[in-house]
């Protein structure tokens, strides 16, 4: 099986790219950031006390969480619920950033996520795929861009879809989700060494995507 690993920061254009190479390819796509999000909601749910790890831990083993593909499109799905159209709010995004930290949370995904990996050819995109998820993982992507343009992306996606936005409100929010992801103790985004970095801020989706292809075709 092929896998790719694409890590890095909210808003770096993951998941746009991800689909997007996984599609010319032929492989499976998982976004593994909806599988925290559709824990996140569940918490939410419940009303967990969402800043209490042992609270989030005990009722984690209620969620069920599972991917299925309908049309190649990925669904994600809570206790037999398909929560794709309700895991993309902002409450949501820090919420599963939160949810995230919590090592119970984080054992269940790795091994649905490992599960999927071993049985497929997979893009598959997060924070810990290539340092924790897939460490052999055939090729290594951290992409990244700068604060002020991953900002300036999720302003525009906002304003696109109707939705009221801030603009410093987005750049704060942003920040904020970094620091946790970054510092957290339970497998933290980092850039492992063997992993390729790409700085989209001057790239355009095309361009990205047309580099992760060339490395894909440069897996041995
Ligand atoms: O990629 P995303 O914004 O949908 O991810 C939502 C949150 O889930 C993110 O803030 C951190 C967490 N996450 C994680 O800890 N590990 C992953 N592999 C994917 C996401």
Do not use: W
Request: net charge negative; proline share 2%.
């Amino acid at each position: 099986m092929i896998n790719v690993a694409i890590d890095g920061p909210a808003g770096a254009g993951k998941s746009t790219i991800a689909k997007r190479a996984a599609k010319d390819m032929g492989y499976i796509y998982v976004d593994t950031g909806a599988m925290f999000r559709a824990m996140a909601l569940y918490m939410l749910r419940l009303k967990a006390d969402l800043d209490d790890s042992r609270d989030i831990a005990s009722k984690a083993d209620g969620a069920d969480i599972d991917i299925v593909y309908e049309d190649g499109v990925q669904c994600v799905m809570l206790n037999g619920e398909n929560v794709n159209g309700l895991i993309r709010t902002e409450e949501v995004s820090d919420a599963a950033s939160r949810v995230a930290v919590v090592k119970e949370v984080r054992q269940k995904m790795l091994m649905l996520q490992r599960n999927i990996a071993k049985n497929h050819d997979v893009i598959m995109d997060g924070r810990d795929i290539g340092s924790a998820v897939l460490p052999d993982a055939n090729l290594k992507i951290y992409l990244t861009a700068s604060v002020e343009v991953r900002a300036e992306r999720r302003y525009k996606e906002n304003i696109e879809k109707g939705m009221e936005s801030d603009p410093e409100a987005i750049k704060a929010d942003i920040r904020e989700r970094d620091e946790r992801d970054m510092t957290r103790s339970e497998a933290p985004l980092t850039r492992v060494p063997d992993a390729v970095l790409i700085d989209s801020s001057d790239m355009t989706i095309d361009e990205v995507v047309k580099r992760i292809e060339e490395l894909i075709g440069e897996i041995g």
